[in-house]
């Protein structure tokens, strides 16, 4: 018997059968796919290279892939300038909470609007989509957070802006949309309550879309300094780590201008390795949240996306 150039392999009990057409385009698929990762990966090496080299280096020869001159002033400045390590824990802190407790804000209110006996849903919904198109500005909300809320130099005025907004809502809603209606009913029938039918039947079936709006929120905090500009002042010593590093590269920036910068050389001053260690040092911790949400992320985007 003649064996066929083709290969066969089973996926459950059918076979698929792969020609040479098939093999062209999952070789073309691999090919695109391998090089628009290099192309992602590329300027992250590049700033880590750069980070490691010399500043009298990168002003003569530009930006590197693999460090040249290598030194580690970048890093000593950056660590040594500051309460870093603590900006560190205060971020790593309020990620962690604002995580949690938005996950289970947003989830709850997201579970409330798409039940069909909760009479009042549409127009909270609508009121909730409203405050996404219009603003009242800058000067009102500041008004707001440290006249009316007393929250100036306090850590809430960060946090709790962030923890909510109204797409993530949506989103949410819109995934335990897909989840049937009898699953509530089954609950309620065998005399579970509300809280008891959402933690125990809703939580479990929502894991993509947790995870997913999970790692929105965990970004907004780890990545957040506009609030921080607004409303900690100098008054506070620790303060983000977005934004403790937004400070070191000002405070370089105002030693090159100043005065004192004329008794130095642009050299002594590694100003852009220090903007690439402040990368290096914003990016990494995490960067390490990917791979845990990964399998969830697409599955939640989707699914949450496919009714309005």
Not at 134 to 143: I, Q
Not at 226 to 252: C, G, H, M, R, W
Request: charged share 15%; proline share 4%; aromatic share 12%.
């Amino acid at each position: 018997m003649a064996k066929s150039k083709d290969m066969e392999f089973e996926v459950g009990n059918s076979k698929i059968k792969l020609g040479k057409s098939d093999y062209v385009v999952r070789g073309l698929g691999y090919v695109l796919v391998t090089l628009y990762a290099i192309a992602c990966v590329f300027p992250f090496l590049i700033i880590i290279g750069t980070s490691f080299t010399s500043e009298s280096y990168i002003r003569t020869h530009g930006v590197q892939l693999i460090p040249r001159d290598f030194t580690l002033k970048a890093y000593e400045m950056v660590i040594g300038s500051g309460n870093i390590w603590k900006s560190y824990g205060l971020t790593i802190m309020m990620t962690l909470i604002g995580t949690v407790c938005g996950l289970l804000i947003i989830a709850m209110t997201g579970y409330a609007l798409q039940r069909k006996d909760f009479p009042l849903r549409n127009a909270i919904s609508f009121y909730i989509y409203f405050t996404s198109l219009f603003s009242a500005g800058l000067a009102p909300y500041y008004l707001l957070m440290t006249q009316t809320y007393k929250l100036l130099d306090s850590y809430l005025a960060v946090l709790l802006p962030l923890m909510m907004s109204p797409w993530l809502i949506i989103l949410m809603k819109n995934f335990i949309k897909q989840i049937p209606h009898e699953i509530t009913e089954s609950g309620k029938i065998d005399g579970a309550g509300d809280m008891t039918v959402f933690v125990y039947l809703i939580l479990p079936m929502i894991k993509p879309a947790l995870a997913t709006i999970g790692l929105f929120l965990a970004l907004g905090y780890w990545n957040e300094w506009y609030q921080s500009s607004l409303f900690l002042t100098a008054k506070v010593t620790v303060k983000p780590l977005q934004y403790t590093l937004y400070e070191i590269v000002n405070k370089l920036d105002a030693l090159r201008n100043s005065v004192a910068g004329q008794y130095v050389t642009l050299t002594d001053i590694p100003e852009q390795s220090v903007k690439m260690a402040n990368a290096v040092l914003a990016t990494g911790p995490i960067v390490l949240l990917y791979p845990f949400v990964q399998k969830y992320f697409i599955g939640g985007i989707t699914v949450g996306a496919v009714k309005g």
